[in-house]
């Protein structure tokens, strides 16, 4: 027996519609732009199947997202840390590479997009154009999946991408439809 701990997420009722919609919205760009490709999503390893992740010491603050990034060759991208404290038992050490770069908060915010985006995702991309000889890097476009973190969403993140990466085509992961894609997947006989 075993306590609740938060509302369960409720599928949408057209699950399988907005899941039809973004295959093909997804297929659409690849179609018509000749792409590299690179997920991004903010999320931890724990056995499949599992509706909570735990995680160890969350009530004592020492909390911090770590986002990794795998492209769909299967490259992992160097990891993004976003930590949150007040104290320096809190904060990773001042010795540590990239200290100056911690922010106060552990929550993807607009500066920490920025930054992931700026030294990991578009990084990677040139790399790629690079070492596949694309003739005109400057016009090739890429596609990075991202979840549908409010940030990722807000108008700010996606007219400051427009803006600053025109080449990188950011497309969403459907919100809470993942778990149903994964019954879709693993419950056939």
Same mark, same amino acid.
């Given at each position: 027996?075993?306590?609740?701990?938060?509302?369960?997420?409720?599928?949408?009722?057209?699950?399988?519609?907005?899941?039809?919609?973004?295959?093909?919205?997804?297929?659409?760009?690849?179609?018509?732009?000749?792409?590299?490709?690179?997920?991004?999503? +903010?999320? &931890?390893?724990?056995? @499949?199947?599992?509706?909570?992740?735990?995680? =160890? *010491? /969350?009530?004592?603050?020492?909390? #911090?997202?770590?986002?990794?990034?795998?492209?769909?060759?299967?490259?992992?991208?160097?990891?993004?840390?976003?930590?949150?404290?007040?104290?320096?038992?809190?904060?990773?050490?001042?010795?540590?590479?990239?200290?100056?770069?911690? +922010?106060? &908060?552990?929550?993807? @915010?607009?500066?920490?997009?920025?930054?992931? =985006? *700026? /030294?990991?995702?578009?990084?990677? #991309?040139?790399?790629?154009?690079?070492?596949?000889?694309?003739?005109?890097?400057?016009?090739?476009?890429?596609?990075?999946?991202?979840?549908?973190?409010?940030?990722?969403?807000?108008?700010?993140?996606?007219?400051?991408?427009?803006?600053?990466?025109?080449?990188?085509?950011?497309?969403?992961?459907?919100?809470?439809?993942?778990?149903?894609?994964?019954?879709?997947? #693993?419950?056939?006989?």
């Amino acid at each position: 027996m075993r306590a609740t701990t938060h509302a369960a997420q409720k599928l949408p009722v057209n699950v399988t519609e907005i899941l039809t919609e973004s295959y093909l919205r997804e297929a659409w760009v690849i179609q018509n732009y000749s792409t590299v490709y690179q997920q991004g999503t +903010k999320m &931890t390893w724990d056995k @499949t199947g599992n509706k909570q992740v735990a995680g =160890v *010491g /969350k009530e004592e603050k020492r909390v #911090f997202t770590l986002v990794p990034s795998i492209s769909a060759s299967g490259e992992l991208l160097p990891f993004q840390a976003i930590y949150q404290g007040m104290t320096d038992q809190s904060c990773p050490s001042k010795k540590a590479a990239g200290y100056d770069e911690a +922010k106060n &908060t552990y929550w993807s @915010t607009l500066e920490t997009m920025k930054t992931l =985006v *700026g /030294k990991i995702i578009a990084p990677y #991309f040139e790399r790629m154009k690079c070492t596949l000889g694309i003739e005109k890097p400057d016009k090739q476009m890429s596609i990075w999946k991202i979840d549908c973190w409010s940030v990722h969403k807000s108008e700010a993140f996606l007219t400051w991408m427009k803006k600053s990466h025109p080449t990188i085509i950011v497309l969403f992961v459907p919100g809470n439809s993942c778990a149903q894609a994964e019954h879709e997947m #693993f419950s056939s006989p």
